[in-house]
T-cell receptor, first 119, second 113 residues
Framework: GAVVSQHPSRVICKSGTSVKIECRSLDFQATTMFWYRQFPKQSLMLMATSNEGSKATYEQGVEKDKFLINHASLTLSTLTVTSAHPEDSSFYIC???????????????FGEGSRLTVL | KQEVTQIPAALSVPEGENLVLNCSFTDSAIYNLQWFRQDPGKGLTSLLL?????REQTSGRLNASLDKSSGRSTLYIAASQPGDSATYLCAVTRSYNTDKLIFGTGTRLQVFP
């Protein structure tokens, strides 16, 4: 099956620094990628929808300037948490959808997630 | 290895029917189970989260139950509406690694007027 790779799987950083998380579709082209966040004991929450070559669409309550999303190619989307603070500590997961309808069976492809801890 | 299966794979019903979607998992050592909905071309929308210590959760017309020992969860949708048409996914997190979500294969639901 199709594979979505996220990197890094875990990152620890100091407060005030910026952290970049990569999401790659390894064997298919993804015109759309989704970024999710999950706090402990809470369900996954969609943060933004990333479309290749255009600006990301952010969900209500998600700060655009804090969570920068770049979908520069059909296989790579990046999420940058700028000036991270302890409250940004969370589990971030991406998912990708193949762009071509004939290959899109509705199956979802997810990265394994990135655990961010801000000290 | 944890495997999550959803039955049926697809379901088409007339408006107003009460529905039951099934999710089964092979390893009962889970931390929680979540139900999601996905509209075509959209990301996931979280519906319900059930902790391993809970037996059910309710939100509006939705009710999800969890029988951890038997490895099963059901999502009950009352009085279905055309707007309920979507793909429904369940996902479990393992008790020894709460980071990784393991998703079921999904149930495509179509509710026609």
């Amino acid at each position: 099956g199709a594979v979505v790779s996220q990197h890094p799987s875990r990152v620890i950083c100091k407060s005030g620094t910026s952290v970049k998380i990569e999401c790659r579709s390894l064997d298919f082209q993804a015109t759309t990628m989704f970024w999710y966040r999950q706090f402990p004991k809470q369900s996954l929450m969609l943060m933004a929808t990333s479309n290749e070559g255009s600006k990301a669409t952010y969900e209500q309550g998600v700060e655009k300037d804090k969570f920068l999303i770049n979908h520069a190619s059909l296989t790579l989307s990046t999420l940058t948490v700028t000036s991270a603070h302890p409250e940004d500590s969370s589990f971030y997961i991406c998912s990708a959808t193949p762009g071509l309808a004939e290959y899109n069976t509705g199956e979802l492809f997810f990265g394994e997630g990135s655990r961010l801890t801000v000290l | 290895k944890q495997e999550v299966t959803q039955i049926p794979a697809a379901l088409s019903v007339p408006e107003g029917e009460n529905l039951v979607l099934n999710c089964s998992f092979t390893d009962s050592a889970i931390y929680n189970l979540q139900w999601f909905r996905q509209d075509p071309g959209k990301g996931l929308t979280s519906l319900l989260l059930i902790q391993s210590s809970q037996r059910e959760q309710t939100s509006g017309r939705l009710n999800a139950s969890l029988d951890k020992s038997s490895g099963r969860s059901t999502l009950y949708i009352a009085a279905s509406q055309p707007g309920d048409s979507a793909t429904y996914l369940c996902a479990v997190t393992r008790s020894y690694n709460t980071d990784k979500l393991i998703f079921g294969t999904g149930t495509r639901l179509q509710v026609f007027p």
